[in-house]
C-alpha cells in the first residue's frame, strides 16, 4: 500500500499527518512486538519525527535518501511502500528486501530511498558516493544521508565531509542528535567546547542547527539547506537536537537503567513533536480537537487493517491489494 500524496512544507496539516502517520504505525507495532512474530531487532523512531518529515517535504522522488539503523521515519516520510515496510518486518518475501533484512535494512527504490545501513557512521560513504554520481550525470538532485550523533565519532564522519566538501558534492548530512549513543550521554564521549555542527564548519561545509522537535523550525532549515545547495552546487550540514522516548534497541521504555535524568525523560511530554504541532493547529484554528481524534480513530483502524493483512501473506509471494493507504495524506 502506498502513501499517494507528497508532504507540502507550506502546509502544516500535511505535516501533522505525516508525523501522526509514523507515530501511530510504529506503537502498532510495538503492541505487537511481544507475540514474537516479528523476529528483528527494532530502532524506534518515537520522539523524532519531526524532522524526517520536515526534511523529506524538500526532497523529490529524484532525491536519494540514505538512513541508518533509526530508519522507520525516514522511510516512511519520503513515501516508502508500508506494505513492504510491514512485510520486511515480519520476514515476509513481500517485504522490500524479500524479509531477510528487517527493520534495519530498509529499501523502496521508487521512492527514492535507498537504503538503511545499521553500522554507525558507514551511510555516509555510501551516501557519498550516490551525491557522487548525481554529479557527474549532471543531475539537479541531492543525496540526503541521515546519522546519529554518534557517528560523529567514526572516521567515516570525517572522512566524507572532507570529501564531500573537496569535491562539492550534493550531499545533505541530517544529524539527528538525541543526547545518547545507547546509554552513554555526550557529555562522556565529546568535548564540551565544540558541538558535532562546529566538527562540520570546521571541514568548511556550509552548517545549519534547530531544533529537531518543532516540525515548522525543520521545515524552515530545510528549506534555507536545500536552497543553498541548489545555488551554490554545494554540500551542507544540519544538526537537529532531539530526543528519543524509548529504549536505543527495542519497544520498551528503560527509564529503570537510571541513565538518564528523570526530569529529562518527563521533559518530553512538552518537547512531543505531535503535542507541539497539535497545539499549533489548534490555535490557528486549522484543526479541532475533535477533527484530530476523528483522523487519529482513522488512521487507528488503517493501520490495523495493514498490519493484519501483511500478516496473511504467505512466504511465496502475494498480490497487492486495489486499495491505497489513507489516500488523503
Sequence with gaps: MTIT?????????????????????????????????????????????????????????????????????????????????????????????????????????????????????SAMAIAAGVAMSQQRNQSKSITAVYIGDAAAESGSFHETLNYASLHNLPLLTVCENNEFSIFTPMSMRQPSNRTIADLSRSHGIKTFEASGDNVLEVVEVMRQAKNYMLEE????????????????????????????????????????????????????????????????????????????EVKLFDNAGYELSDKVFWVNL
Design 5 to 121: 500524496s507528497v508532504i507540502n512544507p507550506d502546509d502544516p496539516i500535511s505535516l501533522y499527518k505525516r508525523m501522526l502517520l509514523i507515530r501511530r504505525l510504529e506503537e502498532a507495532l510495538i503492541q505487537r512486538y511481544p507475540e514474537q512474530e516479528m523476529r528483528c531487532p527494532v530502532h524506534f523512531s518515537i520522539g523524532q519525527e519531526a524532522i524526517a518529515v520536515g526534511v523529506s517535504a524538500f526532497l523529490n522522488n529524484d532525491d536519494w535518501v540514505v538512513s541508518n539503523h533509526r530508519s522507520h521515519a525516514h522511510y516512511v516520510a519520503k513515501g516508502g511502500d508500508l506494505s513492504s515496510f510491514v512485510a520486511e518486518l515480519y520476514g515476509k518475501s513481500a517485504g522490500c528486501c524479500a524479509g531477510r533484512g528487517g527493520s534495519m535494512h530498509l529499501t523502496d527504490m521508487d521512492a527514492g530511498f535507498l537504503a538503511g545501513i545499521p553500522i554507525v557512521g
Design 233 to 308: 552546487s554545494k554540500p551542507a550540514f544540519i544538526e537537529f537536537n532531539t530526543y528519543r522516548l524509548l529504549e536505543h534497541c527495542g519497544p520498551n521504555f528503560d527509564d529503570d537503567l537510571n541513565y538518564r535524568d528523570p526530569k529529562e525523560v518527563n521533559r518530553f511530554a512538552i518537547r512531543d513533536p505531535l503535542y507541539i504541532m497539535a497545539n499549533f493547529l489548534i490555535a490557528q484554528n486549522w484543526l479541532t480537537e475533535e477533527k484530530m481524534s476523528e483522523m487519529d480513530t482513522q488512521l487507528k483502524l488503517d493501520i490495523t487493517n495493514l498490519i493484519d
